[in-house]
């Protein structure tokens, strides 16, 4: 009976430090998880494990595609792409540069200062690519083939919800 106890109880306390053991070993890089970044290449092999050795699931073929990164191990980085798939993809073929696809299901203007009583530049569609230069206060300074100006950040996948950055 004393063992019974002994065993449970190292068992309870011991808990809460396996539990931290699987965070820290999809943590390569102090960088924030999830993230998003872009394609750095216009075609990319996403597998379906963090190695050459796994099967390759699907190939992405869009240079600038946001993606979000929500693992790391090692070289290798775990991505969700804006349809929710996930693989595995090498670290050398992602960038930091943001991007970001119009997520709305109307087209959504893009205006001339970070507020909806300026000046619109351009109306763009649903799943539109977007350059996104800086974010702040609820707005996004986009590129969307030579149209620049301010997106309202909601409508945008490939920003969080009151991320800032410039």
Known sequence: MRILILTLWILI???PVAAQEPSKAFRTT??????FVSLHSGEVYVRSGPGQKYPVQWILKKKGLP???ILEYDIWRKVKDYDGHEGWVHKSLLSGRRTGFIHNDKTVSIHRKPNDKSKIHAYLEP???VEIEQCVEGWCHVNASGYKGWLPQKFIWGVYEDEEFD
């Open 13 to 15: 306390f011991s808990l």
């Open 30 to 35: 102090d960088l924030p998880l999830p993230r």
């Open 67 to 69: 993606l979000e990164i």
């Open 127 to 129: 799943e539109v690519l």
